[in-house]
């Protein structure tokens, strides 16, 4: 070792040895696990489920449209516009987020269509 105490070359630096977890520290390292993994899975199959019960309708595409902008108007409640924009463009079989106008899309369908056919 040098005068800073790190290792030169061709020393060798002993390591701790390791403990064994002790079956309490097992058992709250799993838990802590499946907490992780269920906080992250159940968003996802909300989600799913709130996109495979979108009611849809269809959109032209004007001069100017966007997706983010499509999305807003035409959210699903309880998704971001982030999601909603996937969904349209899962939707549509989408690879860019390029829009020609007078284009036709499949979009969920806005909440006041959707009263106005539960209306009826």
């Known amino acids: 070792m040098n005068r800073s105490g790190t290792p030169t070359s061709g ?3 002993r390591a701790m040895p390791r403990r064994a977890l002790t079956p309490i520290e097992v ?3 799993v838990a802590m696990i499946a907490a992780l993994a269920l ?7 909300r989600s799913a489920r709130l996109v495979s019960e979108a009611r849809t309708d269809t959109f032209r595409v004007e001069v100017g449209d966007t997706l983010w902008d499509i999305a807003r108007r035409h959210p699903i409640p309880g998704l971001s516009t982030a999601k909603t ?6 939707a549509n079989g989408l690879d860019s987020s390029d829009l020609a106008p007078g284009a ?3 979009v969920p369908a806005s909440a006041t269509a959707a009263h ?3 209306q009826r």
């Open 11 to 13: 020393t060798y630096v």
């Open 27 to 29: 058992v709250i390292l």
């Open 39 to 45: 906080s992250l899975v159940a968003p996802m199959r």
């Open 85 to 90: 924009v996937a969904f349209i463009r899962g």
């Open 104 to 106: 036709v899309l499949i």
């Open 116 to 118: 106005n056919v539960a």
